[in-house]
């Protein structure tokens, strides 16, 4: 597959899917993404590596070690992280079901540049979820205006039918979701 890619002409791929940092725990045998990314470097079977989306949790000190050594040659991982935040308030990241603190995403970030001064870091976050008042709000945003992310994908919260959060009260206001 990847190597068919180099051969007609591309230099990068980007892997990608849901809980990117769990790949292969559900094969047989049991892998994982330090695995896959280390045969793939071996081979040299395309210029670049660039990984999607992975939750903070995901982030293992070996896969950071991993990147931060892959250097410059073929089979390079490109030093470029975006991580969803969701919500700088621990209150609203426990709503989420999200398994880590604003604190635990803002040490991620900064191992991740003391690792490698040059990484991008890229942000998902999610404005006006239920119940989040201004105050986590303000939490959220000093939390990034604190940290030295490359850029920020910003998304409005919508109801899905069928999601948890669809039934919770103390809706946000659209008015309110746009002005933050």
């Known amino acids: 597959g990847i190597r068919r890619l180099k051969r007609n002409g591309y230099h990068e791929v980007v892997l990608t899917g849901i809980h ?3 790949y292969g725990n559900d094969l047989t045998p049991p892998t994982d993404l330090l695995t ?8 040299g079977a395309i210029d670049r590596v660039r990984l999607s ?46 398994p880590y603190t604003g604190r635990f995403f803002g040490k991620l970030v900064r191992k991740i540049l003391c690792l490698m001064p040059e990484a991008a870091i890229g942000v998902d976050v999610l404005v006006g979820f239920p119940s989040e008042t201004d105050a986590s709000f303000e939490r959220t945003r000093r939390l990034l205006e604190d940290l030295p992310v490359a850029y920020l994908h ?12 669809a039934l919770y009260p103390d809706k946000i206001t659209p008015d309110v979701i746009k002005e933050r």
């Open 53 to 98: 989306s992975i939750e903070p949790r995901e982030l293992s000190d070996a896969l950071l070690r991993f990147v931060a050594d892959s250097g410059d040659g073929p089979g390079r991982i490109c030093p470029h992280f975006h991580i969803p935040l969701q919500s700088g308030d621990d209150g609203i990241l426990q709503r989420m079901n999200r």
């Open 36 to 43: 896959l990314l280390g045969q793939i470097r071996k081979v």
């Open 154 to 165: 910003v998304f409005p919260f919508s109801a899905r039918p069928g999601t948890p959060a």
């Open 20 to 22: 990117l940092g769990c």
